[in-house]
């Protein structure tokens, strides 16, 4: 019998021990459910790509998908599509704020990387450097939220650009400049000519304009930056049905998940985030579960562990895990209720607690549960017990190809029943006709 799966993702679960808590906020959590679950499936370590390289979340979901390195486009391709910004095959998308900066003998430098500023007068600045040309090249700007936006550039144009943002305070603002392996190609220089050539323009604008010189009066830092980052442009990809043969759908809240959907064809549900992690990641499941006679493969994600750790706070991240926990309870009856399911539960990456890092790379938990799973012995679900349990580590498609063996889809070495050889079984072929 073919089953279906459901993967709930909680972003940025893994992290490191901290002796005020007695170990990771996973180890230190409350979290009954997830245990229950540890001990009638398997567990393990999961890192979608290799110990100690951390990873953006775009990124790692990306590999989690069964996919290369090389498949990725840049966060900046995601966000645009994401935002439903117009950016097609060819174009570079920058994932681009407004922030402060301060001149010192001719260098700019980051004043400060998120100055307060009200959404009416935000809209009134993105719209005065919304439109540029370089040469061939034409720059715009989409305000999307807040201070943040995506910078397009069309033309003959390349992704091979640095960033202009150091993420520091009281730093140099980095030049934009091509890629070392590819700064003398043409295309490269006219593309960071060009990002500059806006980057200058729009700070002469912004610096001039009425709302800088009222904030000046009131003692407020200037708006006067476009910093970038991250650009992206987009690659010809297999979707994820041709290369699993499940059809699928993401189940989140960001945009950078719709657009990642987009790039590889899985369907996305877009949901909303409240101050209940547990009471959002319950809504999920069983929006998920009403959805699996149309699904194969149903990606649940929740940032809630993520952001909490980003606020360097682990015990606000502990308390957020035991949201969570209480919210999968909930659900277990509606999950354990289907005798053709697949659960899987795990993270994306770890995101340090405390420290300088964004994320690290250390190893997250897997529980893999259901019907014909092998049950291992370990009782506790998260970084320490996990990795005694019967799937030891696995890295990158691994994952994808655990979920296509539990599910009975996975192809056996050696047969040919379709002209074009994937990894999941049956394969798609014409039928045998007689005539």
Not at 195 to 217: A, F, V
Not at 297 to 306: G, N, R, W
Request: with cysteine; proline share 6%.
């Amino acid at each position: 019998m073919l089953k279906k799966c459901i993967l709930i993702l909680l972003d940025g679960l893994g992290d490191r021990s901290y002796p005020e808590i007695g170990g990771t906020p996973l180890q230190a959590a409350k979290t009954p459910n997830l245990n229950k679950i540890s001990k009638s499936g398997s567990n393990g370590l999961y890192h979608s790509l290799m110990y100690g390289y951390p990873l953006s979340s775009e990124i790692a979901h990306l590999l989690i998908f069964g996919y290369r390195l090389e498949d990725f486009c840049g966060r900046g391709a995601f966000e645009a599509l994401g935002y439903g910004v117009d950016f097609k095959m060819g174009d570079v998308a920058f994932m681009a704020k407004f922030t402060s900066v301060k001149n010192e003998n001719g260098i700019l430098k980051v004043a400060d990387p998120n100055p307060l500023l009200t959404d009416e007068d935000a809209l009134t600045l993105s719209e005065l450097v919304n439109t540029y040309n370089s040469g061939d090249i034409k720059l715009n700007f989409t305000l999307t939220k807040s201070l943040i936006g995506i910078l397009t550039l069309r033309g003959d144009v390349s992704p091979f650009i640095t960033d202009t943002d150091p993420f520091l305070k009281n730093v140099p603002v980095p030049e934009p400049s091509g890629w070392k392996d590819f700064e003398k190609l043409e295309t490269v220089q006219n593309s960071a000519k060009a990002l500059k050539d806006y980057i200058l323009w729009s700070h002469e604008k912004l610096s001039g304009h009425e709302i800088n010189k009222k904030r000046k009066g009131e003692g407020l830092p200037p708006v006067n930056f476009v910093m970038t980052q991250r650009p992206g442009a987009l690659k010809p990809v297999k979707s994820f049905h041709d290369r699993w043969g499940m059809k699928g759908c993401f189940i989140a809240s960001g945009a950078v998940y719709k657009g990642l959907s987009e790039y590889i064809g899985l369907d996305f549900h877009k949901v909303n985030d409240s101050n209940s992690p547990g009471k959002d990641i319950e809504e999920r499941i069983h929006f998920a579960l009403n959805m699996l006679d149309k699904y194969d493969y149903i990606h649940i994600h929740t940032k809630a562990p993520d952001e909490a750790a980003h606020k360097k706070d682990p015990l606000l991240k502990k308390k957020v895990i035991e949201s969570l926990d209480s919210g999968i309870g909930r659900a277990m009856n509606a999950l354990n209720s289907r005798d053709d399911l697949l659960l899987v539960i795990t993270a994306d990456h770890s995101t340090p607690s405390e420290g300088p890092l964004i994320h690290s790379g250390e190893p997250v938990p897997v529980i893999f549960h259901g019907k014909g799973v092998r049950i291992d012995r370990i009782k506790k679900f998260d970084e320490i017990s996990c990795a005694g349990g019967a799937l030891g580590l696995m890295r990158g498609r691994e994952l994808m190809m655990m979920v296509l063996n539990y599910i009975n889809r996975t192809r056996l070495a050696g047969i040919a029943d379709s002209p074009v050889l994937r990894d999941f079984w049956p394969g798609e072929y014409k039928p045998f006709r007689t005539g």
